[in-house]
């Protein structure tokens, strides 16, 4: 068994961007595990302990292969980390927030389990997350068209404010993918945001290397403390 962080952006794993992008760097001794299509993985230390990191692509349905996969191969705690927009205005981009659970917006899922069945964080592992220096946890929305939920789309602004209403706090692409086949699997899952911008205020905070350091030091230490 072992845990592992998923991140969506497939760029993050080539040989230069691990070269340069802090956060994978803070790995001791990493060797490429493989590599096909989005799917990029890399193994090293953090702190003494082994962790693997992985890609696997924007949206539910590459996130939905990712866990199966990974569930045959013996992993049993994942974390997803990513750049999110977020929708309520007290959410001051540059901060990070974990997802408590998620609208399944996505169609992937329902090929799975019929809608009633809920998208939610492993409790202790969330519980992990909010004690490594995550300040706090919210609703996450994943959905397939997440360019329809922007304030530039047609009727974007109207669909930002009702799920904000709904009290959603952050939009994404994998989320509820994650959650739902986690759940069915036995797996524990957590997802982890960078919120890089709000839609409600119109701010926005670089994804830096400084950012994706943060993100990475908080998701790694979740997974060796829990």
Known sequence: CF?????????????????????????????QQGC???YATWRGIWRGEPLTVMSCGFGCMPMAIAVEELHHLGA???IKIAACPAIQPELE???????SGAVR???????????????????PLLGALLSCGVPDAGLFRSHDCTSLETPWAPGGPARIARWAELGVSALDGETSALFVLASILGMHAASLAYLAENYATGAAAPM???AR??????AAEALRCC
Request: net charge negative.
């Open 3 to 31: 845990s592992l962080i998923v991140q969506t952006n497939p760029s993050c794993f080539s040989r230069q961007s691990f070269a340069s992008y802090c956060p994978f760097v803070l790995l001791e001794n990493p060797v």
């Open 213 to 218: 350091g943060r993100l990475f030091t908080a």
């Open 76 to 78: 049993e705690s994942l």
């Open 93 to 99: 981009p540059g901060t990070l927030l974990a997802a």
């Open 36 to 38: 096909y299509r989005e």
């Open 208 to 210: 830096d290397a400084q």
């Open 105 to 123: 917006g996505e169609g992937a899922t329902r090929e799975y389990i019929d809608p009633s069945y809920p998208a939610v964080a492993d409790m």
